[in-house]
């Protein structure tokens, strides 16, 4: 896929730069006169997109299903009364052709949405030989391929105005994310699709008001393109996402705070200054891996001591206790335990993997992952 980076409706967008892609409005469109005041306030700040969801995905049944059509027609009022450019979610070809008749600016895919092949097609399908931007959602799962092959069915339909909308992916795991943001795969995309945009909606992944600042920070830090921020004028009756939406009021507030940095040195001294600590890092880096070369040769002596010995790979109460030593020695050491306790499973795991493969020679199971991620 090859993006451009003039001429497209995002890239006009971000060629004022200093200034990040603002797309704000609620979580959903609930009546006609909350989609307008909305709209009003954020009118007054400049937003670039107003968006508002009309048909919602949700878990459950009998809970808020979006307004359906009759709130595209509040939003070709939002676009014909206050000159502003809307957008909203797409998740079937009869959304498609509907938000199309009314004069929906721009569309979306949805994260639940993004997931599903067939779902994807069939908007592909519905946009064919149509002229609009879209934006795609990751899918609710980290699964970048999935993510990028929903981006290429729709440029293969001809829609290459695209852009992608970091919303961050459900995990299990407890966390103060409402989605966890696994800042690597964005990431992983920019460097794949440099012109493609990314914005990030910093409302579904923090899933509270509080981290929408720090989130939309940090997607700036990172390089992104945007932000996409759920807002409200009365957050708390909100009928869809109360706990994540803001005020205009707080947007501004966040928005006045937001700093652009700068995507380069932009002095000689300062380069320099730079790649003198990237030396150094670098050397750093060459002892820590010297360092863990050392760790996996001890390890496949082990290796070979339990296979003459007959004993088994796993030692739990050693694991145990180099898990619990090691974060000790990380706090000491003024580095966080819990990124040292993540590097020691990932460090097991291998050392697990050596061992294993000592045990069982020729065991395919023991091969070491090289592979690039794999697309299904
Ligand atoms: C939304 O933007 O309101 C929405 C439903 O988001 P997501 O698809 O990211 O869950
Ligand atoms: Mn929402």
Avoid at 98 to 113: P, Y
Avoid at 232 to 256: F, G, K, M, R, W
Avoid at 309 to 318: A, D, G, P, S, W
Wanted: glycine letters at 6%; one cysteine or more.
């Amino acid at each position: 896929m090859d993006f451009k980076n003039k001429d497209t409706y995002f890239a006009d967008l971000l060629a004022e730069r200093g200034r990040p892609l603002v797309i704000a409005g609620p979580c959903s469109a609930e009546s006609e006169q909350q989609v307008m005041q909305t709209a009003e306030a954020l009118k007054k700040l400049n937003v670039h997109l107003f968006r508002a969801g009309i048909w919602k995905p949700r878990s459950r049944p009998n809970t808020f299903e979006g307004v359906g059509l009759q709130g595209l027609a509040w939003l070709a009022r939002v676009k014909q009364e206050l000159g502003m450019r809307v957008t909203t979610e797409v998740a079937t070809g009869r959304h498609v052709e509907e938000a199309l008749k009314q004069g929906i600016d721009v569309l979306w895919i949805g994260a639940r949405t993004t997931v599903n092949p067939f779902a994807v097609q069939e908007i592909a399908d519905a946009l064919s030989g149509v002229n609009i931007p879209v934006m795609v959602k990751n899918p609710v799962n980290p699964d970048l391929a999935l993510w990028i092959g929903a981006i290429e069915r729709i440029y293969q339909a001809g829609i290459t105005d695209l852009a992608a909308i970091h919303r961050g992916f459900s995990s299990y795991q407890p966390s103060k994310y409402r989605n966890a943001p696994v800042w690597q795969i964005p990431i992983e995309l920019k460097a794949r699709f440099q012109n493609l945009p990314v914005i990030v909606d910093p409302s579904h992944i923090g899933g509270t008001r509080d981290l929408i600042y720090p989130l939309s920070q940090r997607a700036l830090d990172m390089g992104c393109d945007g932000v996409m921020i759920e807002t409200h004028p009365n957050p708390a009756e909100a009928l869809s996402d109360a706990e994540q939406q803001v005020t205009p009021a707080t947007l501004a507030d966040i928005l006045s705070k937001l700093q652009v940095r700068k995507t380069n040195y932009d002095d000689a001294e300062l380069v320099n200054r730079a790649e003198e600590l990237r030396l150094k890092i670098d050397a750093a880096d060459h002892d820590l891996i010297g360092a863990l070369a050392q760790r996996m040769a001890l390890v496949e002596q082990i290796g070979e001591y339990k296979k003459q010995n007959n004993v088994q790979v796993l030692q739990l109460e050693r694991w145990k206790e180099i898990f619990r030593t090691r974060a000790d020695w990380a706090a000491e050491a003024g580095i966080n335990p819990a990124f040292v306790e993540e590097l020691y499973k990932l460090i097991h795991v291998e050392s697990i993997r050596k061992q294993t493969s000592i045990m069982q020679a020729g065991n395919p199971e023991t091969k070491p992952n090289t592979e690039p991620e794999q697309a299904s």
